[in-house]
């Protein structure tokens, strides 16, 4: 079984804060994708990477980097943490080997912003 | 436009079926999808549809897709209260999915 982990399942942090989120994913993938779920608005892409050092930015980047500097690792780093980042942020994985392209997401970390 | 779009809310009795339904806006999407979200975690799929195909079972699941009006559903029999969960339609675009904005599925006692 795929098995894509998030580091912490609740995080409360102050504005102004650096925050990093981990995902670790055991499954070889190339792909990995950073969403945040916020209700009525479904997942917004953040970044995604496809490889090592790889980074495009997705719909909404602003307020966020990302750094991918092992295959199995990928982080999301709100460099400054502002209420509006207050959200639910989803890391998924998946490879262009699989046909079925499906993505494989991780329990979500939930993040407070106060 | 370029949004997946579904119906925010659904609420069906348990033990009936339950109908939800999505178009999505890409004709070249080569798999569509439905994932499940329970509260508190992260989206799993559920299903997927290759293009090519019209109908998908898979035990109490019976996926629908209409190519040319470019509508994909999903149908649950005998729906339970385990059933209660955010359903998202999906389709491939490229390396990424795009997702609808999920459907709240609610079951009434």
């Known amino acids: 079984d795929v098995k894509v982990t998030q580091s912490s399942r609740y995080l409360v942090k102050r504005t102004g804060e650096k925050v990093f989120l981990e995902c670790v994913q055991d499954?070889?993938?190339?792909?990995m994708f950073w969403y945040r779920q916020d209700p009525g608005l479904g997942l917004r892409l953040i970044y995604f990477s496809y490889d090592v050092k790889m980074k495009e930015k997705g719909d909404i980047p602003e307020g966020y980097s990302v750094s991918r500097e092992k295959k199995e690792r990928f982080s999301l780093i709100l460099e400054s943490a502002s209420t509006n980042q207050t959200s639910m942020y989803l890391c998924a994985s998946s490879s262009p080997r699989v046909a079925k392209n499906i993505q494989y997401f991780g329990a979500g970390t939930r993040l407070s912003v106060l | 436009g370029e949004d997946v779009e579904q119906s925010l809310f659904l609420s069906v009795r348990e033990g009936d079926s339950s109908v939800i339904n999505c178009t999505y806006t890409?004709?070249?999407?080569?798999?569509l999808y439905w994932y499940k979200q329970e509260p508190g975690a992260g989206l799993q799929l559920l299903t997927y549809?290759?293009?090519?195909?019209d109908m998908k079972q898979d035990q109490r699941l019976t996926v629908l897709l209409n190519k040319k009006d470019k509508h994909l559903s999903l149908r649950i029999a005998d729906t339970q209260t385990g059933d209660s969960a955010i359903y998202f339609c999906?389709?491939?675009?490229?390396?990424?999915?795009?997702f609808g904005k999920g459907t709240r599925l609610h079951i009434l006692p």
């Open positions: 499954m070889d993938h190339e792909n």
């Open positions: 890409d004709s070249s999407s080569t798999y």
């Open positions: 999906a389709e491939s675009r490229d390396d990424k999915i795009i």
């Open positions: 549809i290759f293009s090519n195909m």
